[in-house]
T-cell receptor
Framework: EDQVTQSPEALRLQEGESSSLNCSYT??????LFWYRQDPGKGPEFLFT???AGEEKEKERLKATLTKKESFLHITAPKPEDSATYLC???????????FGKGTRLHILP | NAGVTQTPKFQVLKTGQSMTLQCAQD?????MYWYRQDPGMGLRLIYY???????DKGEVPNGYNVSRLNKREFSLRLESAAPSQTSVYFC???????????FGPGTRLTVT
């Protein structure tokens, strides 16, 4: 059964304090791993897709990396506006569906 | 270009009442999805439609029905609402051959 586990559940950082969010996954044949950002009261917003181990994607202060068992979302010198819940999801080969993790709530203190 | 729109934004129902949540997209995507999001449970797939004319059950389909009216519209119906269906409902779309999904703003439903 496909599974996605995110850690930590919540993370509080000072502005400028870099850190990483973890997404561990189990899937029989990875088609893609996705990262989303969700602000309170809004729908998830797509950030990245990673397809194979070793791949990296960057967007502003965010960098996503992928291994065969997990993905990391690295946040460099975060700002208060980076505060949000970050969701990880996976899709298996031949599957129309995406399985989501429960998310990491990130709070950046000014 | 509105992307994915959902109506209504908020709804309060009494147990046993019925209602339909509407979703429309102008992104020309083939696939459409309905999720519910509950605290501590994450996003769970209710139903999806890989293309116009097809629908399939997701992880939590009981108590719901769907209709893929055309390529643009995908509705979710609660025939007899229960308090356990209190949740935030999200519609999402995806383009065949690309795997990321794009979400609407959500409908916040309370069943008393």
């Amino acid at each position: 059964e496909d599974q996605v586990t995110q850690s930590p559940e919540a993370l509080r950082l000072q502005e400028g304090e870099s850190s990483s969010l973890n997404c561990s996954y189990t899937v029989s044949g990875l088609r893609g791993l996705f990262w989303y950002r969700q602000d309170p009261g809004k729908g998830p917003e797509f950030l990245f897709t990673l397809y194979s181990a070793g791949e990296e994607k960057e967007k502003e202060r965010l960098k996503a990396t992928l291994t065969k068992k997990e993905s990391f979302l690295h946040i460099t010198a975060p700002k208060p506006e980076d505060s949000a819940t970050y969701l990880c999801a996976v899709q298996g080969i031949g599957d129309d569906k995406i399985i989501f993790g429960k998310g990491t709530r990130l709070h950046i203190l000014p | 270009n509105a992307g994915v729109t959902q109506t209504p934004k908020f709804q309060v129902l009494k147990t046993g009442q019925s209602m339909t949540l509407q979703c429309a997209q102008d992104m020309n995507h083939n696939s459409m999805y309905w999720y519910r999001q509950d605290p501590g449970m994450g996003l769970r797939l209710i139903y999806y439609s890989a293309s116009e004319g097809t629908t399939d059950k997701g992880e939590v389909p009981n108590g719901y029905n769907v209709s893929r009216l055309n390529k643009r519209e995908f509705s979710l119906r609660l025939e007899s609402a229960a308090p356990s269906q209190t949740s935030v409902y999200f519609c999402a779309t995806g383009l065949a051959g690309k795997y990321e999904q794009y979400f609407g703003p959500g409908t916040r439903l309370t069943v008393t």
